[in-house]
């Protein structure tokens, strides 16, 4: 509301009830209250017409200021990314389609606050419009889910200070070093633990157990597996950072499916032998072929069965089951185990996760095994379905791409 609106509220309102309080006659009263509605409609008008001559004086096109450039240029009303232009009184004064999809709405004549609440991006345009120079601030605002935004603003040159904001939606980046963060402490908690307690009987052998060769001899032999966890912890750590950088190139050899079922069970059957764990494959007599790396095949599988090998007890028994879809040959790896909790399920290939019931097995596994093959399986364009049930066992399904003479 305009000063003049204002001081026609003012005189108007007193002024009617004085008339009434003297018991002027009504046609006085309707007579003056007619001349304000008229006058306020008058004022109204002027006001819209002040706001239409701002708007045309800057959109002129034979005097384009630098704002009229931008609102039409189609880096801003085509941009991808959400921007829009503030006025020195926070109110929006043009909005991108992105910006306008992002808030769900036509945003224009409304002020920022309305569309990004953040107290963040109000100092930000302060600030530059007290300064004059480029701003960058982080922020974060709750839709369905906490969204991490960056905005940078920048003035724009004209009569009145424009402000231009534009906005990228930074989440990924934020969970990414979220998940940096929980990984390097997960990796120095995993070598603190075993590296404390080869020092700690160490200090043992060097000190009470000195004499004692009994002793000494359980020492060295709990060294030992706790260097040989260690070096598995360091082995699988490498052998995640080898896939995660070739994740996004797509193999495209011609793997022989069964051969590579053949290495794995060889390779695991070192550590089943010693569990008197039987692996079962009944091996078609045909062979297949997928799309992939065999050597990143055989290591999904190895992975798999060593860990249906370390959490089955002693004397169980592990079954490699094979199908043919239509898409993909899949491969499950079924074991007679100790079964997995069914909120556990969705986090099995997160690093280092480990399900609850799983303490007991904590110091035979990296923790990093079903990650691998997570990211095997996304680089081959397949995938990994896991089943569970409580004190039965699990199956781990591995769907791996067919191999198209045609296509490939």
Same mark, same amino acid.
């Given at each position: 509301?305009?000063?003049?609106?204002?001081?026609?509220?003012?005189?108007?309102?007193?002024?009617?009830?004085?008339?009434?309080?003297?018991?002027?006659?009504?046609?006085?009263?309707?007579?003056?209250?007619?001349?304000?509605?008229?006058?306020?409609?008058?004022?109204?008008k002027n006001?819209?017409?002040?706001?239409?001559?701002?708007?045309?004086?800057?959109?002129?096109?034979?005097?384009?200021?630098?704002?009229?450039?931008?609102?039409?240029?189609?880096?801003?009303?085509?941009?991808?990314?959400?921007?829009?232009?503030?006025?020195?009184?926070?109110?929006?004064?043009?909005?991108?389609?992105?910006?306008?999809?992002?808030?769900?709405?036509?945003?224009?004549?409304?002020?920022?606050?309305?569309?990004?609440?953040?107290?963040?991006?109000?100092?930000?345009?302060?600030?530059?419009?007290?300064?004059?120079?480029?701003?960058?601030?982080?922020?974060?605002?709750?839709?369905?889910?906490?969204?991490?935004?960056?905005?940078?603003?920048?003035?724009?040159?004209?009569?009145?200070? %424009?402000?231009? &904001?534009?906005?990228?939606?930074?989440?990924?980046?934020?969970? *990414? @070093? !979220?998940? =940096?963060? /929980?990984?390097?402490?997960?990796?120095?908690?995993e070598l603190?633990?075993?590296?404390?307690?080869?020092?700690?009987?160490?200090?043992?052998?060097?000190?009470?157990?000195?004499?004692?060769?009994?002793?000494?001899?359980?020492?060295?032999?709990?060294?030992?597996?706790?260097?040989?966890?260690?070096?598995?912890?360091?082995?699988?750590?490498?052998?995640?950072?080898?896939?995660?950088?070739?994740?996004?190139?797509?193999?495209?050899?011609?793997?022989?499916? %069964?051969?590579? &079922?053949?290495?794995?069970?060889?390779?695991?059957?070192?550590? *089943? @032998? !010693?569990? =008197?764990? /039987?692996?079962?494959?009944?091996?078609?007599?045909?062979?297949?072929?997928?799309?992939?790396?065999?050597?990143?095949?055989?290591?999904?599988?190895?992975?798999?069965?060593?860990?249906?090998?370390?959490?089955?007890?002693?004397?169980?028994?592990?079954?490699?089951?094979?199908?043919?879809?239509?898409?993909?040959?899949?491969?499950?790896?079924?074991?007679?185990?100790?079964?997995?909790?069914?909120n556990d399920?969705?986090?099995?290939?997160?690093?280092?996760?480990?399900?609850?019931?799983?303490?007991?097995?904590?110091?035979?596994?990296?923790?990093?095994?079903?990650?691998?093959?997570?990211?095997?399986?996304?680089?081959?364009?397949?995938?990994?379905?896991?089943?569970?049930?409580?004190?039965?066992?699990?199956?781990?399904?591995?769907?791996?791409?067919?191999?198209?003479?045609?296509?490939?």
């Amino acid at each position: 509301m305009n000063k003049m609106k204002k001081l026609f509220l003012i005189i108007s309102i007193p002024t009617i009830t004085i008339l009434m309080t003297l018991n002027a006659p009504t046609i006085y009263i309707f007579g003056l209250i007619t001349i304000f509605i008229i006058a306020f409609y008058v004022a109204d008008k002027n006001t819209q017409s002040n706001d239409i001559i701002l708007q045309s004086k800057l959109d002129n096109p034979k005097n384009p200021t630098e704002y009229s450039m931008i609102k039409k240029s189609p880096l801003f009303t085509h941009n991808e990314q959400p921007m829009v232009i503030v006025d020195s009184s926070f109110v929006i004064r043009s909005s991108n389609q992105a910006f306008k999809n992002f808030c769900g709405g036509n945003p224009d004549g409304q002020p920022i606050a309305i569309s990004l609440r953040s107290p963040d991006i109000d100092s930000a345009i302060e600030s530059i419009n007290a300064k004059n120079v480029f701003r960058s601030v982080e922020f974060s605002i709750f839709q369905s889910v906490e969204k991490y935004l960056l905005a940078q603003l920048f003035t724009i040159k004209h009569k009145s200070k %424009f402000v231009l &904001l534009s906005i990228t939606d930074i989440s990924d980046l934020k969970a *990414a @070093d !979220k998940l =940096k963060t /929980n990984f390097v402490s997960n990796v120095s908690h995993e070598l603190r633990t075993p590296l404390a307690s080869i020092l700690g009987f160490i200090e043992t052998i060097e000190g009470p157990a000195k004499g004692d060769e009994k002793k000494k001899s359980e020492f060295f032999q709990t060294i030992k597996n706790e260097a040989e966890r260690m070096q598995r912890l360091v082995n699988d750590l490498l052998s995640l950072s080898r896939v995660e950088e070739s994740e996004f190139q797509l193999p495209n050899e011609k793997v022989d499916l %069964f051969t590579c &079922l053949e290495s794995a069970i060889d390779a695991i059957n070192v550590i *089943a @032998d !010693k569990k =008197k764990i /039987n692996i079962k494959f009944p091996k078609p007599s045909t062979p297949i072929f997928v799309r992939g790396n065999t050597d990143q095949i055989i290591e999904v599988f190895e992975n798999l069965l060593e860990n249906a090998v370390t959490y089955s007890d002693e004397g169980r028994n592990i079954i490699l089951k094979y199908e043919q879809l239509s898409e993909y040959e899949k491969v499950s790896v079924c074991d007679e185990g100790i079964g997995i909790p069914p909120n556990d399920l969705v986090r099995l290939t997160e690093r280092f996760f480990r399900a609850q019931n799983s303490i007991k097995y904590r110091n035979k596994s990296s923790g990093l095994g079903l990650a691998i093959v997570k990211h095997i399986l996304n680089r081959h364009e397949g995938k990994l379905e896991i089943t569970s049930e409580l004190g039965k066992g699990s199956e781990f399904s591995a769907y791996l791409p067919k191999y198209n003479d045609v296509i490939n």
